[in-house]
Structure formats: structure tokens, C-alpha cells
């Protein structure tokens, strides 16, 4: 007789990512455990663009308003020539509003705030990141997994449903699937990424020397962690990237280039040095083994993708794991890979185009072209990642081509009006939760769902004119908001899937369109979540 499982799903890493897929599975009531090599919580910026659709995401989940405490103010940039002279200040972050989306901007957070507010948020649901448990070997059958995770002088087996690899681009997971990760590694370029104190400097603004020898260095204030934000490259011709670095390699680097008298360096946070590496996968799941983040794919860090991308792997896996462990079939959890790749593959794609654009013996043409990516003008891709959609994937169905919008899209944000107590209602708030929720555009009659086959579906009416008879509990698109962002010119049906995307469209529908639907997509689940055994 096989030993029981441990858990439903054991994740490996318990960076954003990790965190970010062990609190959306801990909140569908999903047996979690999330284990972590380190000893110790790490510290230090490292990733802290918080783009805006991962906004959209951490507010779902409970954790923005966390977030957005710990959020560094907007700074101006001063850039310096190679002289050192100030040749311009340019305010950086700035974004205008975007129809539909309430957070178009970016927050500047350091990764150590993010990973501690995504910690705080899964204590609140029950499970606890398990440190200094390292993952050394696994296998599999055709019901469970088994890793062998070591934790000082002792091994133990923990056998769960699925394992999910979050574990970074050295990742153990994706090494013992056998999960090949191609790419390439920019020898010319290592960085190194600083947490420290910097006196002698003005801390109203960051600085950046971009036109002197040697390549960009910058220093950003960071007020709230009371520390400044350092990164620069290193010489070029050094060899292997130094395992470990001092204050004193920031100093000399920074006398180097800047050569800035009366600047002093002291009490380091987080030092690192880092080759850049472009790789990912070509597959995100080996049988009960999936992939998130930088387990799957590395990017340079220009435009600061990589973790955004990560999170959103773990979002889009995070209710197809719950559904699957449901009884949902097997094809479910294919999909995760067949909408994820594609866009990490585009992802890397343009981060890897702007690190080059980036780059290059022409630094006042690079440092024109930093300003221009952080002020709007990026020809490579949409940073904010609102744009990105499903079309075509295997869950996207559209009954018609009546609606502007379509399955696949990212379902927009709007606010109507609750007639009963004349409150503003967002879309994002009916959205909340684990649920799928189904808008019915005018009075055409919503189909029916059995949610004790297919899971929770919240229905709501939403009307643009005055509502009457059993329309009376409907909402309320005075503006006209709703109806536009969906395109939706009379009767409209959208169903929108727990990760905020689109499942179905229509403007014509039956009763049985919803539940047809669903079926195709689920099958028939079990009343309740799987719990694990013993």
C-alpha cells in the first residue's frame, strides 16, 4: 500500500511567485506547503517594479493595500554627462490613465516588502513558509509525487498531488524533471545590485551617470527601507561573476566612473553580482511537475519583467491546480503551458531586444532611450503587461461576434452604480475571489448554472438605463463605462474566469450556453476542494 500523501500541492521557492501560487491555492481551501532552501527570509530590493496588471493580481489576493504602504515615492532622475554635469531631470514611472484599469502606473517596492506582505497574507490563511528544506530529489507515478527535501542532517519524503517548481532560474524541480532550458548568457554583461548607505548625495532624486566609461551607474534613494539602490556593471574581461562582494568593490567602482568626491558608502543590506542569462523552457509540466517564474524562463532586467511574469505564471496556474485536484480533467492543467509559454517566449523576446537597446558605446543615445522607455515610450513591448490575452487558447470560446471585447482578453475594470444604496460598484470588486463570475449585459434572460456541478459561478445584471420589475437588484451603467470597455452595444453575455480573463462571449445565448461551457471545461467536480490524506 502506498504511503499517504502529505499535501495536495508542495511548492518549491517561496520568492513572489511561490508565494503568490500558495496563497491563491490556500484560499480555494487547497492543501499547501511551500518549502524554501534558505535559512533565513532574504532582504534587499533586487526586483521592485510592482507593474500594473500584477497590481490587479495582489489586490485579488489581498495584499496590495499592503504593498502600497511600503511603496517608494516617485522620484525625479538626474542625469549627469561624463563630465559629471547635470545635463537633464526627468520624472520617471509616470503613467497616464488607462480605460479599464485602475492601477496604470508601477510601484516602486522592494522585494523583500512583497515577498513579506505575500508571507503575511498565507499565515492568514493557515500555511507558513517551511525554511531551510531543500529539495534534492523527486519522482513520480501516475497519482502523486514524491520529493526527498533535506533540512540540516535529516531527509524526508513528502509525497503530494502536484509539485510546482518556483525555485529560480538554477532550479532543482525543472533539473530532476529533465525540463531542458535553453538559451544564451551574456558574458559582457554582470551587474552588480546593491542595498547600502550612501552619504554626500541628494536624496531628493536618483542619480545616473549613463554617458561615463564603463556603462550606467545609478543610485535611487529608498527612504522607506533607508537605504539607496545601487547597480552598475562590471568591468568587462573579468572572468566568472565574483561569488561574493564588499562595500568596498561598490566604492571603488563608484570612484571609477563617477569619481564624485565627499561620497561615502556603509552598512550593506544586499550586495550581489549577476551575469545576465536569457533562457526558458520548453515545456512547463513533466506529468504531476509544473514550472512558474524564473524556474521557466530568465530574463535581463531591463524593463523589469521577469518577476511580473512569474507572478502572473503562478496566477494562471493557481485555480486551474485547485479545479484539476477537483476532478477537473487533465486537460485543464495543459492549458497552463499552452497560454504561459507563448507569452513568456514574447516576453523574453522584447526584454531581450531593450537589454540590446540598452546597451552599446553610445551613451547619450542609450540614456535618451532609457528615458523614453520609462516615460511611455518603450517600442518594444507593453510594460505594465495589461495587454496580454489568451485568444485562441483552448479556454477562450466565443458563441458570436457581437461583443467588442473577447474570450482570452483580460476582463476590464468599470464602475456602475448599486441602485439600492447608490454606492459605486467596481467590476474588480464582484471579480474578487476564487469564483467565476458571469455578466449579463441587458434584459435578456441569464442562463442557468448547477453549481454543485461546475463550482461557484456569481451572476449579475447589468443594465444602462432605468431598471424596473426584476431588474430592480441590477446594476446600474449610468455612464455607459461597462457597456463600452466590453463593447457591448445591447444584449451581451461575458463569463469571467477566477484569474480575471475571459472565458466565453456572446451576444446570443440559451440557457444551456454557460453549462456547456463549463462542462467542456470541468467535467463534473467534486462538491469539495480535495483535502490531502494523513
Request: with cysteine; proline share 6%; hydrophobic share 40%.
Amino acid at each position: 500500500m502506498e504511503p499517504p500523501v502529505t499535501t495536495d500541492v508542495l511548492i518549491a521557492g517561496a520568492g513572489p511567485v511561490g508565494l503568490t501560487l500558495a496563497c491563491d491555492l490556500a484560499r480555494r481551501g487547497v492543501d499547501v506547503r511551500i518549502i524554501d532552501r534558505a535559512a533565513a527570509h532574504p532582504v534587499g530590493t533586487r526586483a521592485r517594479g510592482v507593474r500594473a496588471r500584477t497590481q490587479e493580481v495582489f489586490e485579488d489576493l489581498g495584499v496590495l493595500d499592503r504593498l502600497t504602504e511600503h511603496a517608494e515615492a516617485p522620484l525625479p532622475t538626474r542625469f549627469y554627462d561624463a563630465d559629471g554635469n547635470v545635463v537633464r531631470e526627468a520624472v520617471m514611472y509616470d503613467a497616464p490613465p488607462i480605460p479599464g484599469a485602475p492601477y496604470p502606473g508601477s510601484l516602486m517596492v522592494g522585494q523583500q516588502c512583497t515577498e513579506a506582505a505575500l508571507r503575511e497574507r498565507l499565515a492568514s490563511l493557515g500555511p507558513r513558509v517551511e525554511l531551510g528544506r531543500e529539495l534534492i530529489d523527486l519522482a513520480q507515478d501516475r497519482d502523486q509525487v514524491t520529493a526527498t527535501v533535506r533540512s540540516g542532517g535529516r531527509r524526508d519524503d513528502l509525497r503530494a498531488r502536484y509539485l510546482v517548481g518556483c525555485d529560480g532560474g538554477g532550479s532543482t524541480v525543472r533539473r530532476l524533471a529533465g525540463i531542458s532550458f535553453l538559451g544564451e548568457t551574456w558574458e559582457r554583461q554582470r551587474m552588480l545590485f546593491g542595498n547600502l548607505r550612501v552619504d554626500g548625495l541628494d536624496d531628493s532624486v536618483a542619480h545616473m551617470w549613463a554617458q561615463g566609461p564603463g556603462g550606467m551607474l545609478t543610485l535611487a534613494p529608498m527612504p522607506k527601507s533607508g537605504t539607496w539602490f545601487f547597480t552598475a556593471p562590471l568591468p568587462e574581461g573579468g572572468g566568472r561573476v565574483p561569488s561574493s562582494v564588499s562595500v568596498e568593490t561598490f566604492a571603488a567602482i563608484f570612484a571609477e566612473r563617477v569619481g564624485l568626491p565627499g561620497v561615502r558608502f556603509s552598512d550593506p543590506v544586499y550586495l550581489s553580482a549577476y551575469q545576465v542569462n536569457i533562457r526558458m523552457v520548453d515545456r512547463y509540466r513533466d506529468g504531476r511537475v509544473l514550472l512558474a517564474g524564473d524556474a521557466a524562463h530568465v530574463h535581463t532586467p531591463a524593463g523589469g519583467q521577469g518577476m511580473n511574469t512569474g507572478v502572473q505564471d503562478a496566477y494562471n496556474l493557481g485555480w486551474k491546480l485547485a479545479y484539476a485536484l477537483r476532478g477537473a480533467p487533465e486537460a485543464l492543467l495543459d492549458t497552463y503551458e499552452e497560454e504561459r509559454l507563448p507569452i513568456a517566449e514574447h516576453v523574453l523576446a522584447s526584454t531581450t531586444a531593450r537589454g540590446r537597446h540598452w546597451s552599446g558605446s553610445d551613451t547619450a543615445r542609450v540614456a535618451e532611450r532609457i528615458v523614453g522607455t520609462f516615460q511611455g515610450r518603450d517600442p518594444f513591448s507593453d510594460v505594465s503587461q495589461l495587454s496580454i490575452a489568451y485568444r485562441g487558447s483552448g479556454l477562450a470560446r466565443d458563441l458570436d461576434e457581437a461583443l467588442g471585447i473577447r474570450a482570452g482578453d483580460r476582463a476590464p475594470d468599470a464602475s456602475c452604480t448599486d441602485p439600492a444604496t447608490g454606492a459605486d460598484v467596481r467590476l474588480f470588486d464582484l471579480f474578487r475571489g476564487p469564483h467565476f463570475t458571469l455578466l449579463v449585459f441587458g434584459s435578456r434572460p441569464a442562463p442557468r448554472v448547477d453549481e454543485s456541478r461546475f463550482g461557484e459561478v456569481r451572476t449579475h445584471r447589468i443594465l444602462a438605463g432605468p431598471l424596473h420589475g426584476d431588474n430592480a437588484h441590477a446594476l446600474l451603467d449610468a455612464t455607459g463605462e461597462a457597456h463600452k470597455l466590453y463593447g457591448v452595444d445591447r444584449d451581451g453575455l461575458v463569463l469571467i474566469r477566477p484569474d480575471g480573463h475571459i472565458a466565453l462571449t456572446g451576444g446570443a445565448w440559451d440557457d444551456r450556453s454557460v453549462s456547456a461551457y463549463l462542462r467542456f471545461a470541468f467535467g463534473r467536480l467534486r462538491p469539495q476542494p480535495n483535502t490531502a490524506l494523513g
